[in-house]
């Protein structure tokens, strides 16, 4: 088997160092078994070449990866069933990773676990935020409402917040809790002003 050389930014593989890869112009490094295997693939050998097969059954990255892809879908589900996170775009990623690492492509896989991870984290985040601001809003709602003040744009702001939370578009979602209890805090202003007012036209 002849030594295989690849570009580390590309992926591309050659079987004579040329020095640097024409496209990237990066240098070449040392092709180990990931590229032997990927390139025994390319070449036809599948699954039935036994170093092929061996490689992506045994090779320690592999597992690791795979591993990580399991351990990110129980986080996945977990939050799923706990709270409304929609993460289907996310499973499906993982997916694709999983196809990728059969295709030896095994950096490519682990940047996209990596972003699925961040994503994750992320629409989490953003969920428990937004239940945060919801309540926050409800509350500034009913004491301004209490007070005597008009809360019913403020109740827009809210229903709206509400739509887009059933859209799981948490972003806006938390725009909207934010601006509805920022009308209710100056609803709340108003009667403030307005109490203070009428105490003193009652002096």
């Known amino acids: 088997m ?41 070449l036809g050998a599948g699954e039935e070449d036994e170093f ?6 045994e090779s320690p990255v592999v597992r690791e990866m795979k591993e990580k892809i399991e351990n990110l879908r129980k986080v996945i589900e977990k939050i799923e069933s706990v709270d409304r996170v929609n993460l289907s775009d996310i499973k499906e990623s993982l997916n694709n990773a999983l196809k990728m690492l059969s295709n ?14 961040d994503v994750v984290k992320e629409k989490s985040v953003q969920f428990k935020v937004l239940q945060d601001a919801l ?17 019913s744009e403020a109740r827009k702001m809210v229903e709206l917040s509400r739509k887009f939370m059933e859209m799981f578009d948490y972003e806006k979602a938390i725009n909207y809790a934010i601006k509805g209890s920022l009308m209710a ?14 105490q003193d036209w009652l002096k």
């Open 104 to 117: 030896g492509e095994t950096e490519r896989a682990y940047e996209t676990v990596a972003k699925c991870a």
């Open 2 to 42: 002849p030594q295989l050389y690849v570009c580390p930014q590309c992926g591309r593989i050659f079987d004579d160092n040329i020095g640097e890869c024409p496209k990237c112009h990066v240098r070449l490094e040392v092709g180990g078994p990931e590229v032997i295997a990927r390139w025994l693939k390319m």
């Open 185 to 198: 805090e100056r609803e709340m202003a108003k009667c403030v002003s307005w109490h203070v007012e009428i």
């Open 52 to 57: 092929v097969r061996k490689f992506f059954e």
């Open 135 to 151: 309540k926050v809003a409800e509350r500034k709602i009913s004491e301004a409402y209490e007070m005597g003040g008009d809360v």
